[in-house]
């Protein structure tokens, strides 16, 4: 099982480390099921910017960033290197270690699934 540590811009939330991650799963989708809120306009189809995220450490452990998920994280809020998109950002190893900050998503033009 993979871990992911979610930190988060907002300040009022406190992060939240996730030790069952699971391989093939994207960070989107550990977000989902441990109740972590990350848009997901396009419904996690690499088509929007609403899912971005900054991988600040265990980037290796992810799948690589496509010609097509760079094209979209130019166009969300304040893009870094480190940014990446959940629903792109699939896990490949059992032991990996991943820390992650999420956006706040009060800036974003989201809708609830
Ligand atoms: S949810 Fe739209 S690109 Fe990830």
Known sequence: MAKVVF???QEDLKPVTV?????DESILDVAEDNDI??????GGVCACSTCHIYVERGGEYLEEISDKEEDFIDRAINPRLESRLGCQSIILEEDAEIEITIPDQRLIIGHEH
């Open 37 to 42: 809120h990350l848009n997901h306009n396009c």
């Open 7 to 9: 930190k988060f811009e």
């Open 19 to 23: 030790l069952n991650a699971d391989v």
